[in-house]
């Protein structure tokens, strides 16, 4: 399985329109070679250099249709359902490390999942790995780097 953007190339740098400098839209993704077997996609955003000293969540999105081959700029696949992040919101909150830092990465994780996931809207990025547990049966990822001057 393979997640790419033709936004940004493998990590190089994400335009300001899909951070908190811009429009804070997730940028268009692209999805191949999903195992047959994937009931679900699930894909987490995250920011491993955050200043706070833990990971910090820009995106949860699950219930990905298996047969999603892209996703829109910020569009959320029918069926989809987005999870809180660590700005305290629902929905994708785009890379904003403090300004003067070297570029953080940025990386998008996707996973097939072999299950339809119970969680709601607004899950914790906990419950959502919680609940792929032991249904995980491909992963990919892909990495963006930005930073603030």
Known sequence: MRIIS???QEKEIIPSRY????GNIHPR???EEISSQAKSLALIVDDPDATSGKT???WTIWNILPG???IEDGRVPPEAIEGMTDFG???YGG?????GNPSHRYIFKLFALNKILELPAGASRNQLEKEMAGYIIDKAEYVGLYGRK
Do not use: M, R
């Not at 951070?19 to 811009?22: A, F, S």
């Open 89 to 91: 919101s629902i929905g």
């Open 19 to 22: 951070t908190c400098d811009g």
């Open 6 to 8: 033709d936004i940004f």
């Open 68 to 70: 999603t081959n892209q």
């Open 29 to 31: 993704l692209f999805i």
């Open 95 to 99: 890379p904003c490390p403090p300004k």
């Open 56 to 58: 910090f969540t820009h």
